[in-house]
Each structure stands twice: as C-alpha cells, then as structure tokens.
C-alpha cells in the first residue's frame, strides 16, 4: 500500500514537473515573438525669439479721456453732486439735524454757536 502511494506521488509530481515546463517553453515562445514597438520620443525645446517688448500704456490718459462717462441707464442721470442724503440712525449734525445736503459735491459746514 505504501509503495502504491509512492508510485501515485511519484506519477503526479512527474505530471506536474511535465506541465510546469510546458508553460515555462510555452512562455519563452511567446517572449520571443511578440515584438512590441516603442515609438521614441524626442521632446521639442521652444527656441525662444527676439521680439520687441510692448510699450507701456498711459494708464493717466486712460483714466482721463471719455470712455464709460456716458450711459444710457437710469442711475447715470441721477445727480449724486446736488442731493440731500439723509444720516444714518443714531448720527446727528452738531445743529441737530439728521440731513446732509451736497451742493457741487462739496458740504457746508455745519455749526451751532456755544456759549
């Protein structure tokens, strides 16, 4: 009975010895044909090109000229200049008043006598 198991393990390691070398012929084919191509890469470097700078703008000229002054919306005609604006809660002129009127963009002064 022992001698038959021997044989039987000696059968199926000789099988698996067959079958292992199989795959490993069969592997080293399969290296050897197929052929996979790598296209080379070369990286282009930009050369770089002598062109003039460009002239800095007269941003004073820009704030200046007439650009964006006229509209046709109902918020440019109101006249921010020559409005009477009313204080926030709590604030009071020294002469009590709650109200601060803008003539020309410019306020008077706004007093009280002490005594």
């Given at each position: 009975?022992?001698?038959?198991?021997?044989?039987?393990?000696?059968?199926?390691?000789?099988?698996?010895?067959?079958?292992?070398?199989?795959?490993?012929?069969?592997?080293?084919?399969?290296?050897?044909?197929?052929?996979?191509e790598?296209?080379?890469?070369?990286?282009?470097?930009?050369?770089?090109?002598?062109?003039?700078?460009?002239?800095?703008?007269?941003?004073?000229?820009?704030?200046?000229?007439?650009?964006?002054?006229?509209?046709?919306?109902?918020?440019?005609?109101?006249?921010?200049?020559n409005?009477?604006?009313?204080?926030?809660?709590?604030?009071?002129n020294?002469?009590?008043?709650?109200?601060?009127?803008?003539?020309?963009?410019?306020?008077?002064?706004?007093?009280?006598?002490?005594?």
């Amino acid at each position: 009975m022992i001698r038959s198991s021997i044989t039987i393990i000696a059968a199926l390691a000789l099988l698996f010895g067959i079958a292992v070398s199989a795959c490993q012929q069969q592997a080293e084919a399969t290296k050897n044909t197929v052929s996979v191509e790598v296209p080379s890469i070369v990286p282009t470097i930009a050369q770089p090109t002598a062109e003039p700078t460009a002239t800095i703008p007269n941003l004073q000229r820009e704030l200046l000229d007439d650009r964006n002054k006229i509209t046709s919306s109902p918020i440019g005609k109101f006249d921010f200049k020559n409005f009477t604006y009313e204080l926030p809660r709590g604030w009071q002129n020294p002469d009590g008043s709650t109200e601060i009127k803008l003539t020309n963009g410019k306020i008077a002064p706004v007093s009280r006598d002490v005594s």
